[in-house]
């Protein structure tokens, strides 16, 4: 039997690991540049095998989720949202949908490296008791391109996660490897295919046709799946690097339906964080395609800076050039932009010929004044597979 959730309010206080040393009266200098140091979006992916016990079942299953968290330059968390799976505790699973209220990175309680926050979620669907509620103290720590964070929940759990910069994949297949939770215990390996890409303007409702296969392997059994029909939700623009996929899959009859038929994910440029219950310890990456040896691009310039520029406006579009200078044609798998003061858009096709150029048009709105940075990642599956463009900027 499957719920939707019922929690009525979650408060998470967040203790946030900043980059460098601060004072405990008010925010100094090196408070304020800790800040900009972990400023960012990111997404967020998270586990704990055990020490739930939800209401009325009597019986410690896992939880695990993905969220979303927006923290900018002084401190606010501006934006987050996250969906949590229960595992069968005896009352069927959970899917819990949470939204939260405004947050804010105050002044460091002790010197020292460690500032404290608090954020407020407020539950986005109708819900069943299994869901986690209370307070959850997290703390944070930033590792190259993301953060890594453990937490108490006050429901009786504990557990561990990481975050990487919130961006959308440019490739149209991933490759994902999870532990299957339950009586039986297993491990699963699975491909999940989009159509349209995730950097692809999807269809009406913005719904994209999803195909997944794999196999989970029990101590006892092998089981193979696949799944031809299926649809994921995945809104292009706005930031929201938060989606969900529904697919019929076929299984052996003896086998068990697979979990990974229906997931909740949030996206980071070369990652998808999936959770759903009945998965634990998931993540996917681009499966990677066949090199073509006499293919290869170049993008000029290799670096794109683009000056002063009011914050929160949009400077003129400055060009990449992006050629084929190989014997063969190459396919473009796509374009990915990591930072998020920089857009792109461009006039390439899926394919290359040998000599041909296509542009790439990239664009600067800061969202904070100070040095912004970036960069343009071009995917194909050429002799150099990932051509980088740096961006950066000045925010005033």
């Known amino acids: 039997m499957k719920h939707t959730c ?27 540049a800790a800040l900009r140091a972990v400023a960012g979006s990111y997404s967020c992916g998270f586990d704990s095998l055990s020490g739930y016990v939800a ?26 949202d996250a969906t949590l799976s229960v595992d069968d505790g005896g009352d069927g699973p959970a899917v819990c949908g949470y939204a939260s209220g405004a947050g804010n990175v105050g002044t460091p309680p002790f010197t020292g490296s460690l500032g404290a926050a608090t954020l407020t979620y407020q539950a986005a669907n109708a819900n069943s008791s299994l869901c986690p509620s209370g307070n959850a103290s997290m703390t944070f720590g930033p ?22 910069v919130a961006a959308v994949p440019p490739s149209p297949s991933f490759t994902c490897n999870y532990n299957v939770i339950g009586e039986a215990g297993g491990t699963g390996l699975a491909s999940v295919f989009f159509s349209p890409r995730l ?24 089981c193979p799946f696949f799944g031809p029909f299926g649809t994921s939700l995945y809104p292009t623009g706005g930031g929201a690097n938060k989606g969900q996929w529904a697919v019929l899959t076929l299984e052996p009859q003896a ?92 006039d390439c096709e899926e394919t290359l010929d040998s000599g041909a150029h296509c542009t790439v048009q990239v664009t600067f709105t800061p969202k904070a004044k100070g040095n912004r940075n970036g960069t343009l990642q071009i995917i194909s599956d050429g002799v150099s597979p990932n051509v980088a463009v740096k961006l ?5």
């Open 392 to 396: 950066s900027g000045l925010g005033q």
């Open 255 to 346: 086998c068990p339906v697979t979990p990974f038929r229906q997931v909740n994910f949030a996206t980071t440029a070369t990652t998808i964080l999936i959770t759903a219950p009945g998965i634990s310890s998931a993540t996917c990456q681009p499966a990677p395609l066949l090199t073509n040896e006499a293919g290869k691009i170049e993008a000029m310039p290799t670096a794109l800076k683009f000056g002063g520029q009011t914050v929160k406006t949009k400077s003129p579009a400055q060009p990449v050039t992006v050629t084929n200078t190989g014997t063969q044609t190459v396919n473009l798998v796509g374009f990915a932009v990591i930072g998020i003061d920089f857009d792109q858009s461009n």
């Open 199 to 222: 950097n692809q303007k999807a269809t009406v409702l913005n719904l994209r046709s999803t195909f997944v296969g794999g196999t989970e392997s029990y101590p006892t059994q092998i």
């Open 143 to 164: 590792v190259n391109d993301g953060l890594k964070f453990i937490y108490t929940n006050s429901s009786g759990f504990t557990g561990q996660g990481s975050c990487g």
């Open 55 to 80: 209401p009325g079942t009597g019986e410690s299953v896992h939880v695990g989720g993905v969220f979303t968290l927006t923290i900018d330059v002084h401190g606010a968390i501006t934006k987050s």
């Open 6 to 32: 019922a929690v009525a309010l979650v408060s998470l206080s967040i203790l946030l690991m900043a980059a460098a040393g601060a004072s405990a009266a008010g925010k100094s200098e090196a408070n304020v």
